[in-house]
C-alpha cells in the first residue's frame, strides 16, 4: 500500500476537506461537489485527483440512492444517462490531448462557468416558467455532463443548465440527480482503470479517505436541516469561484 502523498500535510488537510466537502453534497447540497478536483488540483495532479476522489465516491453515492430511492423523474434519467455515456466515451478517447495544465485550466473555467450559471439562474428564477423537456438539448447537456465528469467529476454545471428549468419538486431534484450521477460514476470505473487512474496508489489513498464518506453525508443531512441553506451556498460559491480563478491563473503563468 503506497500511502506516500498521505505524508503531505498540505495534501491531507486539503484531501479531507474535499472529501468531507463531497459527502455533504451527496447528503443535499448538489453542485457542490465540484470544488472537491480543483481544490486537490492545487495541491496534486488533477487527473490524479480525479482517480482518487471516484472510489470515494461510489459508497456516497449508494448511501444518497438509498436515501432518496422513491424520488426521481424516469424521464430525464432515461434521456440524459444514454446521452453521457457518449461524453464519458469522448473524455475517454481524447484523454492522451490533455496534458495536467490544460485539465486545471478545463477545471478552472467549469468552476467559473458554473458560478456565473448559478447567478444567472438566481437573477431570472422569478421570471422563468417551466420548459417542457426538449430531447435535442437533453442530449446534449445530457454529453457535456458526462465529459465533463469524466475529466473532473464536474457534470454538475451542464447537468443543472438542462435539469433545474424543468424545476422540479425538490425531492424529485434531489433523487434524480443522485441517481443520474451515481450511475455515471460506476461507468466511469472502467476507462478510468483502463488509463491508470485507478492505480494502487490511488487507491490506497482512497482507502484511507473513505472513513470521511459517512461522516461527510451525514453532515450534508444535519447542516441541510440546521443552517441557513442561502448563507451556506454563498459561502459555497465564494470559495469555488477564488479555486476556479486561482486554477486558471495557475495555467496562465505556467505558459
Same mark, same amino acid.
Not at 440512492?65 to 424516469?74: G, V
Not at 445530457?142 to 435539469?163: I, K, M, R, W
Given at each position: 500500500?503506497?500511502?506516500?502523498?498521505?505524508?503531505?500535510?498540505?495534501?491531507?488537510?486539503?484531501?479531507?476537506?474535499?472529501?468531507?466537502?463531497?459527502?455533504?453534497?451527496?447528503?443535499?447540497?448538489?453542485?457542490?461537489?465540484?470544488?472537491?478536483?480543483?481544490?486537490?488540483?492545487?495541491?496534486?495532479?488533477?487527473?490524479?485527483?480525479?482517480?482518487?476522489?471516484?472510489?470515494?465516491?461510489?459508497?456516497?453515492?449508494?448511501?444518497?440512492?438509498?436515501?432518496?430511492?422513491?424520488?426521481?423523474?424516469?424521464?430525464?434519467?432515461?434521456?440524459?444517462?444514454?446521452?453521457?455515456?457518449?461524453?464519458?466515451?469522448?473524455?475517454?478517447?481524447?484523454?492522451?490531448?490533455?496534458?495536467?495544465?490544460?485539465?486545471?485550466?478545463?477545471?478552472?473555467?467549469?468552476?467559473? @462557468?458554473?458560478?456565473?450559471?448559478?447567478?444567472?439562474?438566481?437573477?431570472?428564477?422569478?421570471?422563468?416558467?417551466?420548459?417542457?423537456?426538449?430531447?435535442?438539448?437533453?442530449?446534449?447537456?445530457?454529453?457535456?455532463?458526462?465529459?465533463?465528469?469524466?475529466?473532473?467529476?464536474?457534470?454538475?454545471?451542464?447537468?443543472?443548465?438542462?435539469? @433545474?428549468?424543468?424545476?422540479?419538486?425538490?425531492?424529485?431534484?434531489?433523487?434524480?440527480?443522485?441517481?443520474?450521477?451515481?450511475?455515471?460514476?460506476?461507468?466511469?470505473?472502467?476507462?478510468?482503470?483502463?488509463?491508470?487512474?485507478?492505480?494502487?496508489?490511488?487507491?490506497?489513498?482512497?482507502?484511507?479517505?473513505?472513513?470521511?464518506?459517512? @461522516?461527510?453525508?451525514?453532515?450534508?443531512?444535519?447542516?441541510?436541516?440546521?443552517?441557513?441553506?442561502?448563507?451556506?451556498?454563498?459561502?459555497?460559491?465564494?470559495?469555488?469561484?477564488?479555486?476556479?480563478?486561482?486554477?486558471?491563473?495557475?495555467?496562465?503563468?505556467?505558459?
Amino acid at each position: 500500500m503506497d500511502l506516500s502523498l498521505l505524508q503531505d500535510p498540505a495534501f491531507v488537510i486539503v484531501a479531507c476537506i474535499a472529501v468531507l466537502i463531497t459527502g455533504i453534497a451527496k447528503g443535499g447540497f448538489g453542485g457542490m461537489a465540484l470544488l472537491a478536483v480543483p481544490l486537490m488540483s492545487l495541491v496534486i495532479s488533477p487527473v490524479q485527483a480525479a482517480g482518487i476522489m471516484l472510489p470515494i465516491m461510489i459508497p456516497m453515492d449508494i448511501m444518497s440512492i438509498w436515501i432518496y430511492r422513491k424520488h426521481w423523474d424516469i424521464n430525464i434519467l432515461k434521456l440524459m444517462l444514454p446521452a453521457a455515456c457518449i461524453g464519458i466515451t469522448i473524455g475517454w478517447l481524447s484523454a492522451g490531448f490533455f496534458n495536467d495544465d490544460i485539465i486545471r485550466l478545463c477545471v478552472g473555467t467549469i468552476a467559473v @462557468v458554473f458560478i456565473l450559471h448559478r447567478w444567472r439562474s438566481i437573477l431570472l428564477t422569478t421570471t422563468k416558467e417551466n420548459k417542457a423537456i426538449n430531447k435535442p438539448l437533453g442530449i446534449f447537456w445530457g454529453s457535456c455532463s458526462g465529459f465533463t465528469s469524466f475529466l473532473a467529476h464536474a457534470g454538475a454545471p451542464p447537468y443543472q443548465v438542462y435539469v @433545474v428549468p424543468q424545476k422540479l419538486d425538490k425531492q424529485i431534484y434531489a433523487g434524480t440527480s443522485v441517481i443520474f450521477f451515481g450511475i455515471v460514476n460506476v461507468i466511469k470505473l472502467l476507462p478510468y482503470g483502463m488509463l491508470g487512474q485507478l492505480s494502487v496508489p490511488n487507491l490506497s489513498v482512497s482507502l484511507v479517505l473513505l472513513p470521511l464518506v459517512p @461522516v461527510g453525508v451525514l453532515l450534508g443531512s444535519y447542516i441541510n436541516k440546521r443552517l441557513n441553506e442561502q448563507l451556506f451556498y454563498k459561502i459555497l460559491m465564494t470559495a469555488i469561484l477564488i479555486v476556479g480563478i486561482k486554477l486558471i491563473f495557475d495555467f496562465i503563468i505556467n505558459q
